[in-house]
């Protein structure tokens, strides 16, 4: 792969989220996310979520990687490493401890103007997630989370503070990591990390989610028109997590199928970049009777606040079937159909399965969709590393994974035309997996001393990867 197809502007980066990374979760005044509250899980073993923060259990975010104390270290890494951006996340609670104050908290504020500074002062532009499964917890306890129309005015005073305070820092923003995560209503960690909703006893999940989601974007679109006042050159995208999800087979119900499921989760971005509420989804609504609550002027905000670009992770396709003698779990609003398994690709220890070519099918579905630019701010390899007795770690299979997915990325630019700013890998420095709480899910680059029990030294080592990846991004 010739890397000078790619334009000298082209974001070679790294990505993380504050929460995966920085601990000092009661630290600098910061307040009790909803990160803090999941404790660790295992491979097929999901997270719990507990009522606070109790003393029994063992929440692997509490600390991370410490990397709340260890940035200055772990920005030198960055830096040898050669990436011109690193995409992490502002903990709003270290912001707005409770998330309902009025006024911020300096510390916390203090703490993203030093993180700044370093990343700068190293030639690594921030590039900055809004709200990244961080939320303040009491939006949870006191206001039920982002089903509640209050959280809008939470969220917009939050950004409102972080972009005027680092309007001179950053110049690449997103909104909400994958909103749409939550599309299919039904996984209760999604929902969670998502909206925080507090649902009470004879509640429509399916309704409610839609109605958090909708806040959301709502939401997102006010903070991006606010962030054009602030500074017009500003960058503000969304987040998206796109899955492709194909068809089985050329079974016409398959085909169609596939649609449907994957209107699901393009509701989200057909409304943060065309600013209105798509068809197919208003009808959904009324065809299940659900009663989602929007104004008008509302409804103005979402074609005032459009994105100006599409940020998203990748990792792994999908499929979908009706064909009855395929296995699969079901789908809620399309039960006809189900998912199931790609008989073409293989999978990762996690379950993932592994389609670089599916990266390039995403770009060209997406810009045509859309026809804005993209930004790769995910995509890598979760797997269990081992660290040899002279302290290297030979991660070929990470340097397969990525390489195969960066030729992919770079025949979407060649071939396709596709308008693309960048690439940050997932978990550039290994940190705590989202969705199963463990240390040993690595997708870093730099290794971190630490296992699923919390146990290590939490020292730093380059892995393989690294190396490859300094030469494949040098300039
Ligand atoms: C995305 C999230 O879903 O995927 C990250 O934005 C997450 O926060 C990443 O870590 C990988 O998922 P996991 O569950 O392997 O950590």
Known sequence: MDKNVFKDTFLWGGAVAAHQIEGGWDQGGKGVSIADVMTAGGNGIPREITKGVLPDNYYPNHEAIDFYHRYQEDVALLAELGISCFRTSIAWSRIYPKGDELEPNEEGLKFYDDLFDELLAHGIEPVITLSHFEMPYHLYEAYGGFKNKQLIDFFVRYAETVMTR?????????????????????????????????????????????????????????????????????QIGCMMAYVPVYPYSCKPEDMMASIKVMDRRFFYSDVHARGELPNYMLTYWQDKQFQIDYTSEELEALKAGTVDYIGFSYYMSTVTTTQAEVDGYPIADFPAAKITSNPFVKASDWGWQIDPVGLRYTLNLVYERYNLPLFIVENGFGA????????????????????????????????????????????????????????????????????????????????????????????
């Open 384 to 475: 269990y590393d081992k660290l040899e007795e002279d302290g290297t770690i030979n991660d070929s299979y990470r340097i397969d994974y990525l390489s195969q997915h960066i030729e992919q990325m770079a025949l979407a630019v060649t071939k396709d035309g596709v308008e693309l700013m960048g690439y940050t890998p997932w978990g550039i420095i290994d940190i705590v997996s989202f969705g199963s709480g463990e240390m040993e899910k690595r997708y870093g680059l730099i290794h971190v001393d630490k296992d699923n029990q919390g146990q290590g030294t939490l020292t730093r080592r380059k892995k393989q990867s690294f190396y490859w990846y300094q030469q494949l991004i040098r300039k």
């Open 166 to 234: 680092y309007k001179d820092k950053v110049n690449y923003w997103m909104t909400f990591n994958e909103i749409n995560n939550q599309a299919d209503g039904q996984h209760d960690l999604h929902v969670w990390t998502n909206s925080a909703i507090r649902f009470e006893p004879g509640d429509n999940h399916e309704e409610i989610v839609y109605q958090a989601g909708l806040n959301e974007l709502i939401a997102s679109a006010k903070v991006v028109a606010l962030g054009r006042r602030i500074n017009p050159d500003f």
